[in-house]
């Protein structure tokens, strides 16, 4: 079998349901390079509002969103400071170095989530010998780690010690609406903290392309210049736009259900062959894994699945699986995946 039965390789693999693409249809267009597409204007808005900042830029991509944040802040030869795990660094083909002649520091941090100790000890003072460290980039929630939250004390403490240094704070929020539904905390108090932050509607959201990021109107002017410079710049963008007005309007609260079936999957294998889930780990829509014990790598591991039952998973490591519920995806969908996983598991274990 090599059809794909249940596809948990990633939030992204969401697809518009029948009402946001009507919602699409309907959208009222404009020029959005002249500002005129009243449908982008009104997300724009939207999401200034939702993470309490003065101005929102649509942008095609939560990596263009990145980007340009990061070339705003950034001169050539500034350090940009993340976890080791983080997107810009393992996901977006270099992107600061070309863009923003930038330097990525990675740090080692727990879950991705990193301390202002671990701040302080990697800024140096600026000298003749080191460019300044020029921002601090967080993710919310860590992506390649597992969808964890960063505690808001702890995001708090490293943020005010990025300003003491007076580097910049960058949020890439790809998916803080999860963190959000998850812990009640709102957006716009985790992103009261940065200067910039942004939120992608392809993820968890359903929408099928856009992102928004929001800052000072200082700085979404430079980075509208970005945008133009990029190309990313469009017309009538309100229909795509659109889309994103009805994940916001429609799909946030709903994230609890992937939350739930993350965490029911990772109940139903916990105790599978070989397998060993963390479920203090299961913290929002992403269940990790490790079938070290099983002796396949999480590559062969999930070759069989996707082989043999039609499940297909992603391997950010090299034992540990990553499995991901998203909308369209039942509860029942969820048994059938834990129900092959634990199969699979059985059959290597009784092979032995
Ligand atoms: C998906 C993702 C991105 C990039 O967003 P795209 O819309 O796929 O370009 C950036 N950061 C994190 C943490 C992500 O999960």
Not at 229 to 247: D, E, K, V
Request: hydrophobic share 40%; aromatic share 6%; glycine share 8%.
């Amino acid at each position: 079998m090599t059809s794909v039965r249940i596809d948990l390789y990633s939030d992204t693999v969401t697809k518009p349901t029948k009402e946001m693409r009507e919602f699409m249809c309907a959208a009222e267009v404009g020029d959005e390079q002249r500002g005129e597409d009243p449908t982008v204007n009104k997300l724009q808005e939207m999401v200034a509002e939702l993470l309490g900042k003065e101005a929102a830029l649509f942008l095609p991509s939560g990596t263009m969103c990145n980007q340009i944040a990061l070339a705003v802040h950034c001169r050539p030869g500034n350090f940009i400071l993340l976890d080791r795990s983080a997107h810009p660094l393992i996901s977006e083909a270099g992107g600061s170095a070309v863009l923003a002649g930038a330097v990525l520091y990675p740090i080692d941090g727990k879950n991705g989530q990193f301390t202002a100790e671990q701040v302080d000890e990697a800024i140096q003072p600026e000298s003749r010998y080191q460019s300044p460290i020029q921002v601090v980039s967080i993710e919310q929630t860590t992506n390649r780690p597992g969808g964890c939250i960063w505690p808001i004390e702890q995001m708090k403490s490293v943020c005010l010690k990025v300003r003491e240094y007076g580097a910049y704070c960058h949020m890439d929020g790809a998916r803080l609406m999860n963190a959000t539904v998850a812990t009640g905390i709102a957006a716009s108090e985790y992103a009261a903290f940065f200067d910039s932050v942004w939120i992608d509607f392809s993820k968890g959201l359903g929408a099928p392309i856009g992102a928004a990021l929001a800052g000072s109107k200082a700085f979404i002017h430079e980075a509208w210049q970005w945008k133009q410079r990029l190309g990313g710049a469009m017309r009538q963008a309100g229909i795509i736009a659109a889309a994103g007005i009805y994940a916001l309007e429609h799909n946030v609260d709903r994230l609890a259900e992937d939350h739930r079936n993350a965490k029911l999957l990772a109940s139903r294998i916990t105790s599978a062959p070989g397998i060993t889930v963390d479920p203090l780990v299961v913290e929002t829509n992403m269940c990790r894994f490790s079938v070290k014990g099983t002796g396949l790598s999480s590559k062969e591991f999930a070759n069989r699945l996707l082989h043999e039952h039609g499940v297909r998973v992603s391997t950010p490591e090299r034992t540990i699986i990553r499995a991901i519920p998203y909308l369209g995806l039942s509860e029942a969908d969820v048994e059938v995946a834990a129900d092959a996983i634990c199969g699979l598991a059985n059959k290597i274990a009784e092979s032995k």
